[in-house]
C-alpha cells in the first residue's frame, strides 16, 4: 500500500532525514516513534504527498508522489499537527468547504458531511463555531476533513496531542476503529499508546530509521533485555561497584540519596539473574530491603534505541 525507498530531504544544507526505506500494508496500523527533531513531520509531509523528497521515491496504492502526484494524493489523508481550521465557521460549513475542494460531487456532500460528523460524534456541534470548540473536539474536526474523501491511507501528526486523558481514549479507540477500513501512519511521543494501536513501530533518531517491528518484539530484538530494580540499604558506591561487576550485568542506574538507594540493572532475562544480584547483596553485608524484575516497556526501548549507534535494529 505505502513504499518509500531511500527518502532523503534536505532543508538548505540541513539534513532532515536520509535514505529511509519502508514498507507498509494494506489495511495496517503503523506507528512512527522519534523524539524531537527526528524527522517523523517530514516523513509524514512526504507520505502525504504534500512535499517532495530531495531524493528518493514515494508510492501510495502503486502512484508516484512526483509523477502521479495527483492520484496519490486522492488515496491519502492527512491530519498535520497543527489543523488548518477557520475559527469563523462551524464545523458544518468547514467540512462542506474542505468537500468542495476535495471534490467530492455535489449531490453527495452534504450526506457525507452529515455522515462524517455522526461517525466522529461531532453532529451535535455541527453549527458550532470552531473557535468555541474544545482542544479534542477541534483535533475530531481536523480528523473528520482528513478521511472526508474516503482515501485508502490515513496519516494522523500527533493525533492526541494536548488533548485530555479521557479524549485521548476515545482518540485511540477512534483510530482503531478507522483502522478497519483505512491503512493508518500516526506519529506521537506518548508511547504507551502506540504501543495499545500499533501493529507495527518505526522509531527515528536524527533522521534515520533505527527499528522496525511488532512492539511486542522490539524487547526480543534487544536482547530480551529485562529490569531489575533493588532497593539496598548500604554505601551507595560500594553497591554500584558490585552490581556492575556481576556477571551479564549491562548497565546500572542509581537514584536517591543517603544510605537506602534504589538501583535499576539491565540484564539478560531469567530468575538466575536476581539470584545472582541477590547473592551479591547478601555477600557485601547490606541489607537487601526489595527486588523486583520487569520486561522493558516500549517507553524504555525507545530510549535505548535512541541512544544507540545508527547501525539500529532492522526489520527481520
Given at each position: ?11 538548505g544544507d540541513h539534513l532532515a532525514i ?299
Amino acid at each position: 500500500m505505502i513504499e518509500a525507498e531511500n527518502l532523503t530531504k534536505y532543508y538548505g544544507d540541513h539534513l532532515a532525514i536520509e535514505a529511509l526505506s519502508f514498507k507498509v500494508n494494506k489495511g495496517e496500523i503503523v506507528g512512527l516513534l522519534g523524539p524531537n527533531g527526528a524527522g517523523k513531520t517530514t516523513t509524514m509531509r512526504i507520505l502525504s504527498g504534500f512535499m517532495p523528497p530531495s531524493r528518493g521515491t514515494v508510492k501510495v496504492a502503486g502512484y508516484d508522489s512526483i509523477t502521479q502526484s495527483l492520484e496519490m494524493r486522492k488515496r491519502v489523508g492527512y491530519m498535520p499537527e497543527t489543523v488548518p481550521l477557520y475559527n469563523d465557521m462551524t464545523v458544518r460549513a468547514y467540512l462542506g468547504f474542505f468537500a468542495t475542494l476535495k471534490a467530492i460531487p455535489k449531490p453527495k456532500r452534504e450526506e457525507r458531511v452529515a455522515e462524517i460528523m455522526r461517525l466522529l460524534q461531532i453532529d451535535d456541534y455541527s453549527d458550532t463555531l470552531i473557535e468555541k470548540l474544545s482542544k479534542g473536539y477541534r483535533q475530531r474536526v481536523g480528523l473528520a476533513q482528513a478521511i472526508l474523501h474516503e482515501p485508502e491511507v490515513l496519516i494522523l501528526d500527533e493525533p492526541t496531542i494536548g488533548i485530555d486523558p479521557r479524549q485521548v481514549v476515545e482518540t485511540r479507540n477512534l483510530i482503531k476503529k478507522l483502522g478497519k477500513e483505512h491503512t493508518i501512519i500516526l506519529s506521537s511521543h506518548i508511547l504507551p499508546e502506540l504501543s495499545m494501536i500499533c501493529e507495527k513501530v518505526i522509531i527515528m533518531d536524527q533522521g534515520k530509521i533505527v527499528a522496525v517491528d511488532r512492539p511486542d518484539t522490539l524487547s526480543l530484538k534487544l536482547r530480551g533485555a529485562q529490569h531489575i530494580e533493588l532497593e539496598v540499604m548500604g554505601p551507595a558506591e560500594d553497591v554500584l561497584t558490585r552490581l556492575n561487576q556481576v556477571k551479564g550485568v549491562w548497565q546500572v542506574r542509581m537514584e536517591g540519596s543517603g544510605q537506602k538507594r534504589r538501583f535499576t540493572v539491565e540484564c539478560p532475562p531469567g530468575e538466575e539473574m536476581c539470584y545472582q544480584l541477590a547473592t551479591a547483596i547478601v555477600q557485601g553485608g547490606w541489607r537487601l530491603l526489595e527486588l523486583k524484575s520487569s520486561e522493558m516497556s516500549l517507553e524504555d526501548i525507545f530510549l535505548k534505541l535512541t541512544s544507540l549507534p545508527h547501525e539500529g535494529l532492522r526489520e527481520g
